[in-house]
């Protein structure tokens, strides 16, 4: 008769930390266990908290066998090191010891069951030197179970040991916290896990990328278990590939990355202002099976990954991204200002909850991305106020007229008096022309401050790139465009740019003075001037290039 074979387990299992070496990213606990034990300081009650998949009951387990090992000879005693081959660390190990006793709070969450260990804990250990008790999810219980539980936590027998795990430390009660030794264990860093998963595939004999690996240790977000899960996945879709290997594109489409091309190109009809395109993506995306509500989620993804390309936390070397999506988010991101962005974040936010509890989820999705769309170039409440404050006007937009397109996201701050009702289209030609212009046009406070204080970095109508050469109030760039749209009808864009820029005017002009000038002071007859009249000054006529000697 053969042995029928054995079925397989998960990597999250079989690669179950065994002794503390083995458990990774947890440094500093196990410095500090290690040292406790060395010092026989160890506390009754340990609680270990932190994310899912981190190693929380897998270090319970450890702690029980370091607290219980007695070595391959027999005649050891606790250690930060078990020996994993002495009956109590492999009783341990396979989970059959009769003094280590696991309890999932989630299914045990009574005052009842908080009573029979509190009747257990009076008997000392059968076989081994301490009783431990390993409680998880330990936030499950109920607040009576708590308050049956304190007073034995606070003085057990001596005997006996307290490990508690939970990833929801803030429902646990002072009182309880108050009576262990904590322990935060941390996520795991992107780099080890993927060095992690790399061990793992060649100890599976899986061929696998680096990229590869690298996605599944990002999409992990710190679990160990939650990437050991994806790579298992990862494994059993290159198998049926029809290859053994797994590859960043396998990985990509697998965990749908491939999908956020999609969202991508909702979000530039958002920002273009196209409603029926927009709709019809999303019926596209609806068809397909996508949820609403992941859609609602993708498209926040996306406008907050703008927001921290535009801070210059762009992520460039980020695997998760590809090349084609990294330059377009920096593109918006230079582009879009941080109003338009965190405005058009909470219209995102808002239709989020609203599509997670709507009756009808997609027609919830649809409206909120059309209000996304017809709401994105209101001002916001502050600049709203200051309109009323200042010119007593609405903007355009409330005062009935069609809002512009999106994809510029313009401050529309332009008082309605101020707006031209027979857009002509006609850009000055040059910098100084456009300067020019605000004079004859009544804007003497703009045109002397774009002519002493701006650096013309590119004139490009209706573009305007410049630099400033002294502090500017924060609005400038934007009162700029308002205004320069009420003279011309185009629609400008002011952005203030980090290139080579041309001197002011003023600059300019100080600089060819001062030229003139020293070419006077080099001919000969005012050289014979200033000698014969040391005291003598060189001083413009009427404020014009023509220069008279006085002594």
């Keep these: 008769m053969t042995d029928s074979p054995q079925p397989y387990r998960v990597l999250a299992r079989k690669y179950r930390p065994q002794n503390f070496s083995q458990l990774i990213g947890q440094d500093a606990m196990v410095q500090t266990l290690g040292n406790a034990i060395k010092r026989d300081r160890l506390a009754h009650a340990f609680l270990m908290t932190g994310v899912r998949g981190v190693g929380k009951t897998s270090t319970a387990r450890l702690i029980a066998k370091a607290l219980n090992c007695v070595g391959p000879d027999g005649t050891g005693g606790p250690t930060i090191d078990p020996c994993g081959v002495c009956e109590p660390c492999k009783a341990i190990a396979e989970g059959r010891h009769i003094d280590v006793i696991e309890m999932d709070a989630a299914s045990n969450t009574g005052v009842d069951d908080v009573c029979e260990i509190i009747e257990a804990v009076r008997y000392s250990a059968v076989s081994a030197r301490y009783k431990v008790y390993i409680i998880d999810e330990v936030h499950m219980l109920t607040k009576n179970a708590f308050n049956a539980l304190l007073k034995t936590l606070e003085e057990p027998p001596p005997h006996v040991k307290f490990l508690f795990a939970t990833t929801e430390v803030n429902k646990v009660p002072v009182t309880v916290l108050s009576r262990c030794q904590r322990f935060d264990l941390r996520r795991i860093p992107a780099e080890k896990l993927a060095a992690h998963f790399a061990h793992i595939a060649d100890e599976e004999g899986v061929l696998a990328e680096e990229e590869a690996l690298t996605l599944i240790a990002l999409a992990a977000e710190g679990s160990v278990r939650d990437g050991l899960s994806i790579l298992d996945q990862a494994i059993a879709h290159a198998d049926m590939e029809g290859d053994s290997s797994v590859t960043a594109a396998q990985v990509r489409d697998m965990l749908g990355l491939s999908d956020r091309g999609a969202v991508r190109r909702l979000f530039g009809q958002i920002l273009e202002g196209n409603a029926a395109q927009l709709l019809a993506a999303v019926q596209e995306q609806h068809i397909l099976g996508v949820e ?70 997609i027609e919830a999705c649809e409206m909120a991305l059309l209000r996304a769309v017809h709401a994105a170039t209101l001002p916001d409440p502050g600049e709203l106020a200051r309109l009323l404050k200042e010119g007593g006007s609405l903007p355009v937009q409330l005062a009935g007229k069609p809002s512009e397109s999106a994809a510029s996201f313009t401050e529309p701050s332009l008082p309605l008096a101020q707006a031209s009702p027979s857009p002509q289209n006609n850009a000055p030609e040059s910098f100084r022309a456009l300067i020019d212009m605000l004079w004859d046009k009544g804007k003497p406070h703009l045109a002397q401050q774009m002519h002493d204080y701006i650096g013309l970095v590119r004139y490009a109508p209706p573009e305007l790139v410049i630099r400033p050469v002294q502090p500017l109030p924060a609005e400038f760039n934007r009162d700029t465009a308002n205004v320069l749209k009420s003279l011309t009808g185009m629609n400008w864009r002011v952005a203030t740019g980090d290139g080579p820029a041309e001197p002011s005017l003023l600059e300019q002009e100080q600089a060819a003075e001062a030229q003139a000038r020293q070419e006077i002071m080099d001919t000969p007859i005012v050289k014979a001037a200033m000698a014969a009249f040391p005291d003598a000054e060189l001083l413009p006529i009427d404020d014009k290039d023509e220069w008279s000697a006085t002594a």
Excluded: N
Excluded at 342 to 348: A, D, P
């Design 292 to 361: 609403p509500l992941a859609l609602m989620r993708g498209l926040l993804e996306v406008c907050h990954a703008i927001t921290v390309a535009k801070v210059g936390r762009g992520g460039d070397d980020d695997p998760m991204k590809s090349v084609e999506e990294r330059t377009m988010l920096a593109d918006w991101a230079s582009q879009m200002g941080f109003a338009s962005l965190h405005r058009l974040w909470q219209l995102l936010l808002k239709g989020h909850d609203e599509v997670a509890s709507a009756a009808m989820p």
